[in-house]
C-alpha cells in the first residue's frame, strides 16, 4: 500500500475513533484515554528499557482512582472544592516534572537517563498528563465534550500550518539539533493559524461571549507553544533512545505517544490556566 494513503487511513480513523468515543459518553471517554494511557506506558518503557509491569499497573491504578474521584465529584459543588487541593497537588507534581522536561530537551550533555529520571518522567511526562487531559473536560455542570475536541482541533491546525507554512517559507531552524525540518517560520505560521482557528471555535462552536473570546485566544496560545515544545520533547526521548518513532500502532505515523505528544505537554498548561481563571473569578 502506498505510504500516503496508509498515513491517511490510519490518521483518519484515529481521528474518527478520538472524536466519537469523546461524544458518545463519558464511559467511552474514559476507555480510550485510559487504552492510550497504557500504551503510551508500554511505549515509554520500551523507549527507557524499563521493566513494563510496574508502570502498567501503577499507570492503571492511578488512572482508575481519578476516574473514581472524577465521576463521583461531578455535579457536586461541595465535592468540587473538596477535590481541589489533590488535584493542584497532582497539577504542581506534573509542572515540575515538566520543568525537568524542559531542562532535559536543552541539556545537549545528556546521552543518557538515569534510572531515577525515568521513573520520574514515568510518573510527571506520561501518567499524570494522561490524568489531568481526563479532567478538562469536566467541570461544575458536568461533561462538555467539546472543550477537549477543540483542544484536539487546535493541535491539529497548529501541527498542520506549521508543516504547510515551514515547507512553504521555513528558512530558519527551529531547533536543528533535535528536529531539523522545524523552522520558525513554521512555528509562527502554526501559531498565527491556530489563533485564527481558536477565535472560530470560541464564537462558532463553544459560542461563548465575545468579551471572554481571550480565554480562547491564550488556549491556542498554549497550543502552539507549549504543544511544540511537548513535540520537542518527545523527540529528544527518542533521539536519545536512538529510535525513529514511540511505536507502530498507527502505520505511517507511529506510536500513541508520535501522535500525542503536543497535547500531553499542552493539557495541564491548559488545566492551570483554568485554575487561574477561576481563582480570579
Not at 475513533?17 to 500504551?39: C, H, K, M, N, R
Not at 488556549?219 to 518527545?234: C, K, N
Request: proline fraction near 2%; aromatic fraction near 14%.
Amino acid at each position: 500500500m502506498n505510504e500516503t494513503l496508509k498515513r491517511s487511513i490510519s490518521g483518519a480513523i484515529y481521528v474518527i475513533l478520538l472524536i466519537v468515543s469523546i461524544l458518545y459518553s463519558t464511559e467511552s471517554f474514559f476507555i480510550l484515554f485510559g487504552a492510550f494511557l497504557l500504551i503510551a506506558t508500554v511505549e515509554f518503557c520500551n523507549l527507557q528499557q524499563l521493566n513494563k509491569i510496574i508502570p502498567v499497573v501503577l499507570a492503571a491504578a492511578t488512572y482508575t482512582l481519578f476516574y473514581k474521584i472524577t465521576i463521583a465529584t461531578t455535579g457536586s459543588l461541595y465535592l468540587l472544592r473538596f477535590n481541589q487541593t489533590f488535584e493542584l497537588i497532582v497539577l504542581s507534581t506534573t509542572l515540575v516534572v515538566f520543568l525537568k522536561c524542559i531542562h532535559f530537551l536543552f541539556d545537549h550533555k545528556i546521552v543518557k537517563i538515569d534510572s531515577f529520571s525515568k521513573y520520574v518522567y514515568l510518573i510527571g511526562y506520561i501518567i499524570l498528563p494522561f490524568v489531568i487531559m481526563t479532567k478538562i473536560p469536566f467541570g461544575i455542570s458536568g461533561y462538555n465534550p467539546k472543550i477537549l475536541i477543540s483542544i484536539f482541533i487546535l493541535i491539529w491546525t497548529n501541527d498542520s500550518f506549521a508543516y504547510i507554512v515551514g515547507k512553504s517559507i521555513g528558512r530558519t531552524k527551529l531547533f536543528e539539533r533535535i528536529s531539523p525540518k522545524k523552522t520558525i517560520e513554521g512555528f509562527l505560521g502554526g501559531v498565527v493559524f491556530c489563533v485564527i482557528a481558536s477565535y472560530l471555535i470560541g464564537k462558532y462552536y463553544i459560542q461563548i461571549a465575545e468579551g471572554k473570546m481571550f480565554i480562547w485566544i491564550i488556549i491556542a496560545l498554549i497550543v502552539g507553544i507549549f504543544g511544540t515544545i511537548g513535540d520537542l520533547i518527545e523527540s529528544k526521548f527518542k533521539r536519545v533512545a536512538g529510535v525513529k518513532d514511540s511505536g507502530k500502532i498507527m502505520p505511517g505515523h507511529g506510536g500513541v505517544l508520535d501522535r500525542l505528544d503536543s497535547v500531553i505537554f499542552v493539557a495541564p498548561i491548559v488545566f492551570l490556566f483554568y485554575q487561574i481563571l477561576n481563582y480570579v473569578s
